[in-house]
T-cell receptor, first 115, second 108 residues
Framework: NAGVTQTPKFQVLKTGQSMTLQCAQDMNHNSMYWYRQDPGMGLRLIYYSASEGTTDKGEVPNGYNVSRLNKREFSLRLESAAPSQTSVYFC??????????????FGPGTRLTVL | GQQLNQSPQSMFIQEGEDVSMNCTSSSIFNTWLWYKQDPGEGPVLLIALYKAGELTSNGRLTAQFGITRKDSFLNISASIPSDVGIYFCAGSRQKLVFGQGTRLTINP
């Protein structure tokens, strides 16, 4: 059981480039999430998917798009990267359908630098 | 958006000392969670609290869900070197809101 896996672990982009961050979970969880972590800011929710086929905006969705490809996979896309998107990105999953009592399990993170 | 104020921001202690940290909010939450993050890793859940007033332990860790539902506390007793890391509180109503983290450093 790998839990939540993320690729890549590290990425450097130039301003304006695009890329997709991949996330997969093998726990048969219904809900998946994307967060960004900036120094001194804690984690902030970008997008989430309460169940397969649905996605919703979180606190900081601007500049990002997501795809819930199937129950296992939830990708985050930056269409035109900006330096302000330099951050560590975490994917998480939880068993339920986005209920507040769900326990979220986190992946190891992707460290993204935009020059 | 909703804000959680976590304090202290950092702590430098001697091995064996007890540690206390807390989170406060202007909003009421239904669930309080405490996570630990090691360098280069994602946060790992330590304790989950589901009821106001609830006091829950996990080994040397004890956490409480404040009676007003606007705060929570985490205590670590008899700290050891592997306790080093960043501790995050998180409150949940519909979605999780995270505190800024408390960075714990332990001098052996």
């Amino acid at each position: 059981n790998a839990g939540v896996t993320q690729t890549p672990k590290f990425q450097v982009l130039k301003t304006g480039q695009s890329m997709t961050l991949q996330c997969a979970q093998d726990m048969n969880h219904n809900s998946m999430y994307w967060y960004r972590q900036d120094p001194g800011m804690g984690l902030r929710l970008i997008y989430y998917s309460a169940s397969e086929g649905t996605t919703d905006k979180g606190e900081v969705p601007n500049g990002y798009n997501v795809s819930r490809l199937n129950k296992r996979e939830f990708s985050l896309r930056l269409e035109s990267a900006a330096p302000s998107q330099t951050s560590v990105y975490f994917c998480a999953s939880s068993e339920g359908q986005g209920r507040s009592t769900d326990t979220q399990y986190f992946g190891p993170g992707t460290r993204l630098t935009v020059l | 958006g909703q804000q959680l104020n976590q304090s202290p921001q950092s702590m430098f202690i001697q091995e064996g000392e007890d540690v206390s940290m807390n989170c406060t909010s202007s909003s009421i939450f239904n669930t309080w969670l405490w996570y630990k993050q090691d360098p280069g890793e994602g946060p790992v859940l330590l304790i989950a609290l589901y009821k106001a007033g609830e006091l829950t332990s996990n080994g040397r860790l004890t956490a409480q869900f404040g009676i007003t539902r606007k705060d929570s506390f985490l205590n670590i007793s008899a700290s050891i070197p592997s306790d080093v890391g960043i501790y995050f509180c998180a409150g949940s109503r519909q979605k999780l809101v995270f505190g800024q983290g408390t960075r714990l450093t332990i001098n052996p």
